[in-house]
T-cell receptor, first 110, second 116 residues
Framework: DAKTTQPNSMESNEEEPVHLPCNHS???????IHWYRQLPSQGPEYVIH???SNVNNRMASLAIAEDRKSSTLILHRATLRDAAVYYC???????????FGAGTRLFVKA | ETGVTQTPRHLVMGMTNKKSLKCEQH?????MYWYKQSAKKPLELMFV???????ENNSVPSRFSPECPNSSHLFLHLHTLQPEDSALYLC???????????????FGEGSRLTVL
């Protein structure tokens, strides 16, 4: 399964944009890029996913590099509630395996 | 509320006990998953059931025994566990075909297991 690489932690100020990077240099052409986040004492929750084009939803935006070897999750205005561990994962179109890495722990300062 | 409910939320058991974790999903999904999250380690996929058949078993020790009686319920039966099995056990569900996932994962809040 293709692996992803993320920084261990990042820090942001409240109400400022946050760009969370992810490298996935061994991504295959059919792998979807998914982002999940895990708030303290909760299970992970889905944030966004994409294949080739940039994607927007009510939670965040996903910017995918043209060669698909990296992507960036964008939180447009960080709030204290966005403090969580963010996971970038690849989901292939065959099978059920979804491999989570260590993720990026986001700290948000008031 | 994610639509995936896990019970109990906390469980303490001795190494000789037998206990079970329960997961129920109200989302109409047809695939269910067990993940293990140990301290300072990434989530580890344990088992996957799709259409009530086990389709993934990631080399999990036999002291963990899953059961999926229908598409809405998933159990993890525990017996003769070790202290290193202490972890957060997360259940998830998604839409799926017989051969692959087709929708995002929805997780429960987890069952925190402590083995003494």
């Amino acid at each position: 399964d293709a692996k992803t690489t993320q920084p261990n932690s990042m820090e942001s100020n409240e109400e400022e944009p946050v760009h969370l990077p992810c490298n996935h240099s061994t991504i295959s052409g059919t792998d979807y890029i998914h982002w999940y986040r895990q708030l303290p004492s909760q299970g992970p929750e889905y944030v966004i996913h994409g294949l080739t084009s940039n994607v927007n939803n009510r939670m965040a935006s996903l910017a995918i590099a043209e060669d698909r070897k990296s992507s960036t999750l964008i939180l447009h205005r960080a709030t204290l509630r966005d403090a969580a561990v963010y996971y970038c994962i690849l989901r292939g179109t065959g099978g059920f395996k979804t491999i989570f890495g260590a993720g990026t722990r986001l700290f948000v300062k008031a | 509320e994610t639509g995936v409910t896990q019970t109990p939320r906390h469980l303490v058991m001795g190494m000789t006990n037998k206990k079970s974790l329960k997961c129920e999903q109200h989302l109409g999904h047809n695939a269910m998953y067990w993940y293990k999250q140990s301290a300072k380690k990434p989530l580890e996929l344990m088992f996957v059931y799709s259409l009530e058949e086990r389709v993934e078993n990631n080399s999990v020790p036999s002291r963990f025994s899953p059961e999926c009686p229908n598409s809405s319920h998933l159990f993890l039966h525990l017996h003769t566990l070790q202290p290193e099995d202490s972890a957060l056990y997360l259940c998830a569900s998604s839409q799926a075909s017989s051969t692959r996932w087709t929708g995002e994962l929805f997780f429960g809040e987890g069952s925190r297991l402590t083995v003494l």
